[in-house]
């Protein structure tokens, strides 16, 4: 190979310079042959499993803990203070663990610890702030940002260019699907859905420093292109319409729709146009991906005794 013939010719002119290029050099290929570049200083706390796959590229920071079988793809940075469970793919580009506010000030990262769960997917270009935990089995689409002091439980799917603001809840089994804005201070509870293009305000008089969070309650379905102004609730087993603009809470097992969204009708109302039958509550008819996929809900929910 070529840089072999370089290291001859090197080792023929034996002079300072020469020695320092070689040198220079070895360290380089060390670098690259091992495909981690260490970020800015000395390492102080590194654990990276022996079965753990790192691409070249990959940026790695202090006090950074790395399990089993997780597989960080090219060009990651991984800020310090940052745990990857086992079995989590984080895929290239992407920032874990990113810099919060304080860090502008005297470029010093304080600790800002981010939890990442067992078996999650993170996909390409998403960006993932600190003081922020994300539980098991977790999947983002590309390029997502999840701001800081951020909770999210598990088996939660964030779609493509989706937004979380921070200082925001998120329960578990909750689908959101792409371009989706969360704002401060907003709670979504177990298995709601928020569908495309949805936006979750929090600023009542904007510009202000008061923010009042959207709560999305247990089962709720809040469809494509609504926006959710701030503090509203938006009830258990709702179905808020595709653009409706919500301006007070949604009562639970209601079905809201307009500008502004107002209710029209029960959803137990609601069939399928097709067979006829109900739909809603949805649990009842939808299963993939939910902890009683193959059984039913009503089976599950005996089981596991649950209401």
């Known amino acids: 190979m070529k840089y072999h013939l370089l290291l001859r010719n090197l080792n023929d002119k034996n002079n300072d310079t020469c020695t320092l290029l070689l040198t220079l050099f070895v360290v380089l290929l060390y670098t690259i042959q091992t495909n981690i570049i260490r970020e800015g200083k000395m390492q102080k706390s590194l654990k990276i499993s022996k079965s753990a796959i790192i691409m070249e590229g990959v940026i790695i920071g202090d006090n950074v803990t790395i399990e089993d079988n997780v597989y960080i793809d090219y060009g990651v940075i991984v ?17 874990i ?33 600190g003081d922020t935990e994300i539980g098991d089995y977790f999947q983002s689409g590309h390029r997502v940002t999840i701001r800081e002091k951020t909770q999210i439980g598990k088996h939660v799917k964030i779609g493509t260019l989706s937004d979380i603001q921070g200082d925001c809840i998120i329960g578990n089994y909750v689908s959101m699907h792409s371009n989706v804005h969360i704002g401060q201070k907003s709670i979504i509870k177990d298995y709601a859905w928020i569908f495309p293009y949805v936006v979750l305000t929090n600023d009542p008089t904007p510009p202000s420093t008061k923010m009042l969070g959207v709560t999305v309650e247990e089962f709720a379905v809040v469809s494509t292109g609504s926006i959710l102004l701030p503090g509203v609730n938006i009830g258990r087993d709702s179905l808020v319409g595709a653009g409706a603009i919500v301006t007070k809470d949604v009562l639970e097992g209601k079905v809201y729709v307009g500008n502004p969204a107002r209710e029209i009708c029960d959803t137990i109302k609601i069939k399928d146009k097709e067979s006829g039958k109900e739909i809603y509550p949805w649990r009842n008819s939808f299963e993939r991906g939910m902890p009683w996929l193959g059984i039913g809900y009503e089976k599950w929910q005996k089981e596991n005794n649950r209401e």
């Open 79 to 95: 800020r310090d203070n940052v745990h990857i469970k086992k079995g989590t793919t984080i895929g290239a580009r992407c920032i």
């Open 97 to 129: 663990g990113e810099y919060l506010f304080d860090f502008f000030s005297n470029h010093i990262n304080s600790p800002h610890p981010l939890v990442i769960g067992e078996n999650c997917i993170i996909r390409s270009e998403t960006i993932i702030y």
